[in-house]
């Protein structure tokens, strides 16, 4: 037999586990320059694919879009541009994915797409590397977003960075372009 608990009070509940997401906090959070925070989620309705944009506000961008999340996530839609743009992750081992034609990290980072180019891209590129375990790596990230080829694109080609950081969505708009602004970065902590 159990506790004598015939309320519906939560004390009466075993003591669940904080669920994974809750002690994933990310601090000293580094925008890319030129970008804005976009803190607040608003629910804009139904999840829309390819925007890496977390519409609904649950807490996970791009769901049921065929494309894998984690408790960490980045992922960077421009579009139909034809501007050739590059999501790179660097984690706190200081490992890079993708790192040249190799798309997982021994820790279990991965990219799951490369766009433009690959099937599924046209008119909708977008890019996504997720961590596939439950305790992610603690210390520094550095995720870049980086134009490789305008390809006749009009700058600046514009870039939508979403991250989910544990239970936490959020985003930037990012603008590319020559020089100086080719690479942008959006650095983090993971204490
Ligand atoms: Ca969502
Ligand atoms: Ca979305």
Known sequence: MGALCVSLSVSCAPRAPAPAAQSVVA?????PRGSVLEQA??????????????????????????????????VIAWGASPADVNLSVVTPA????????????PSGFHLDR????????????????????????RGHYVVEIALAALNGAEPPVK?????????????????????????????????
Not at 27 to 31: F, R
Not at 94 to 105: I, L, M
Not at 114 to 137: K, S
């Open 41 to 74: 989620c608003t629910p804009t309705g139904p999840e829309l694919c390819f925007n890496a944009v977390d519409d609904n506000c649950n807490g996970v961008i791009d769901e049921g879009c065929g494309a894998p999340t984690g408790l960490l996530q980045f």
């Open 94 to 105: 200081g490992e890079r994915v993708p790192e040249g034609r190799t798309r997982s990290t």
């Open 159 to 191: 870039v939508h960075l979403g991250a989910r950081l544990g239970a936490r969505a959020l985003g930037f708009d990012v603008e590319l372009g020559p020089g100086e602004d080719a690479r942008k970065t959006f650095a983090f902590d993971l204490p």
């Open 27 to 31: 601090t000293n959070l580094a925008p």
């Open 114 to 137: 490369d766009c433009p180019g690959e099937d599924g891209c046209g008119g909708q590129n977008l890019e996504n590397v997720y961590f596939d375990g439950a305790e992610p790596p």
